[in-house]
């Protein structure tokens, strides 16, 4: 099922408003099975991916994160950019290298996610969602980045968001055929 929106490319979606659905070729294989078992949970709210997870066994997360982890851009993503003095401020206030690494696509752990090249329009939705409590169909549950996220006003995450996706990346989209 994971081909119907992330083998699209420019593929949007519609929830919890329009928007482009993650980049998830290239990704770390422990940051996409983090995020399934989340939905599965209810930890990350999304209905249709919260549907989607659910069923998936251990050994089905493990074979899906692999496949896209595997698909990498095999061009080597360039040393860091530096960022614009007024991102920077941004970037520096939520210490947000400190755990997705050099160039944001190098992350300190595998169940973070590679951000640079993400869609801007994902990421902005995205990082709202660690703002949003107590909702049934909205959300993300995650103290760490709930605690960095409520920093920051709306137009600051857009900032952050658009420069995050300017950057270099190992992800993208991988078209695929319906018919396999």
Known sequence: MCIGCHGIPGYQASFPEVHKVPMIAGQNAKYIASA????????RKHPTMRGIAMPLKDEDITQI?????????????????????????????????????????????????KIAGQHADYLYVALKSYQTDGKSYIGRSNAVMAGQVKQFTHAELKTLSQYLASLPSELRTVPQSRFR
């Open 65 to 113: 994160a692999e496949y896209y982890a595997s698909q990498a851009k095999v061009d080597p993503v360039p040393p860091t950019v530096e960022a614009p003095a007024d991102v920077r401020k941004l970037l520096d206030k939520g210490a947000c290298a400190s755990c997705h690494g050099a160039n944001f696509s190098k992350p300190i752990d595998g169940t973070y996610p």
């Open 36 to 43: 399934l078992a989340a939905y599965a949970k209810g930890d």
